[in-house]
């Protein structure tokens, strides 16, 4: 992977001029309107993250997803030969959601060797073809090759699992990525598979919440109780030091920022006593060189890298373990926030404790996060300022949400109408 320039000097927004360094607006984030054009423009249209490999370990491995913002329900299921394949959540007898469990609007997972439909009995084959119909010889001219499930375009990279609802997808999924989300090839996601999942429901726009992750400017106001001054100080951890842009995605990476170089009285006593907070377990089994591309802009001491997957991924890489944040709109004021941290298994219990702490760390600081955007998207909602401006810190900020309206103008034009 070739390396990138870097930005001109004290300035990363400009490194980049067709974001410009005006005023921007968030009216994206409060207009319905808007939020039916996000519908159709993005999330009918890109690659989509459900899962991990991981989630569908053998074959009649399979779990639901719920996708609100496209109205939809798929089923992501491992075949009889192994392959990780999805289809609509839908029975093509009469129109049946096909796997639930208690309630239909809830996700589920589980192992079967058949799917079968609760309302008729009609069953089909983990490769999604029709295997019975209850009574066939009641039906007409039934073409029962041709009433498969149907199947949603799905892909794997690096063991997390995509799909795509366009009819036909415009790129590959390795396309879509590009090389530096791709640069990430070698990271051992795989062997960490200790995993704690956190799934909240949050007052908020989806973007306002994936902002609030492109940027470290706000944690010294709003962390402050976690991040206490020697870490506030520029190169004393979490500096910002790398922005990056790369089509639709974006990557920050920070400086070290272990805590331990701190003194204990700015530690909380818990993180003393099990030597793991925040920023992960102090040493970590399994450590070792990361690939080049989980630290693009060779950032010493490395820290973490924030990769940013459009439209609602990030993935924050650190030495040893890592954080996987989801956004899934519900409305166009709230949406569903999934977060699931990643560790080696633990082998012994200091070592499950560490992550236990680390864990409980982290949903400290989302609960922080997600407690203050129900405030962004009220006075949003009410203010009459439209336009608001943004530091350098910003510059990812900036980017997403031009990336989003830029995919909008694009499905008007194809549509040939004219822009919101």
């Not at 012994?348 to 129900?374: C, N, P």
Request: proline letters at 8%; hydrophobic letters at 35%; charged letters at 25%.
């Amino acid at each position: 992977m070739g390396r990138w320039p870097k930005p001109p000097e004290g300035s990363w927004t400009e490194h980049y001029p067709e974001l410009g360094t005006g005023p921007i607006s968030f009216e994206d984030s409060v207009s319905p309107e808007f939020y039916e054009l996000e519908r159709e423009a993005i999330f009918k249209r890109a690659w989509l993250n459900v899962g991990r490999v991981e989630d569908v370990p053998r074959s009649g491995s399979y779990f639901t997803k719920e996708l609100v913002v496209a109205r939809t329900s798929v089923i992501v299921v491992r075949d009889g030969e192994g392959a990780i394949r999805a289809f609509h959540n839908i029975c093509r007898h009469r129109g049946n959601k096909l796997v639930w469990s208690d309630f239909p609007r809830e996700e589920t997972q589980g192992f079967c060797r058949q799917f079968t439909c609760k309302y008729h009995g009609w069953r089909y084959g983990l490769d999604g073809s029709l295997a019975f119909v209850q009574q066939e010889g009641e039906f007409f001219d039934l073409d029962k090759p041709s009433l498969g499930l149907k199947p949603v375009h799905c892909d794997v990279w690096a063991g997390f699992i995509f799909v795509n609802l366009a009819e036909v997808p415009r790129e590959t999924l390795r396309e879509f990525l590009g090389p530096m989300v791709t640069g990430l090839d070698g990271y051992p996601f795989g062997e960490m598979t200790e995993r704690y999942d956190f799934v909240g429901d949050n007052n908020s726009n989806w973007k306002l919440f994936a902002d609030a992750f492109q940027e470290y400017y706000h944690v010294p106001a709003l962390h402050p109780q976690q991040v206490p001054p020697a870490v506030r100080n520029p190169g004393a951890g979490f500096e910002c030091a790398h922005f990056q842009i790369d089509g639709p995605h974006r990557v920050v990476s920070t400086a070290g920022a272990r805590r331990w170089t701190l003194a204990p009285e700015h530690m909380y006593p818990i993180e003393v006593a099990t030597r793991s907070g925040m920023v992960g377990p102090w040493h970590t089994p399994g450590e070792g060189p990361l690939p080049p591309g989980a630290n693009p802009g060779r950032v010493e001491p490395f820290g973490i890298s924030n990769f940013q997957i459009f439209p609602n991924v990030e993935i924050l890489v650190y030495e040893g373990w890592y954080i996987w944040y989801r956004y899934w709109p519900t409305s166009p004021s709230t949406h569903r926030f999934e977060g699931t941290l990643g560790f080696y298994p633990a082998t012994t219990v200091r070592e499950r404790i560490e992550h236990e702490v680390a864990s409980v760390m982290f949903k400290e600081f989302a609960l922080q996060d997600a407690g203050m955007l129900g405030g962004t998207q009220t006075a949003l909602e009410m203010s009459p300022v439209k336009e608001f401006p943004l530091g350098d810190q910003e510059v990812l900020v900036r980017h997403f949400h031009k990336v989003v309206g830029d995919w909008v103008d694009a499905y008007h034009r194809e549509r040939g109408e004219a822009g919101p």
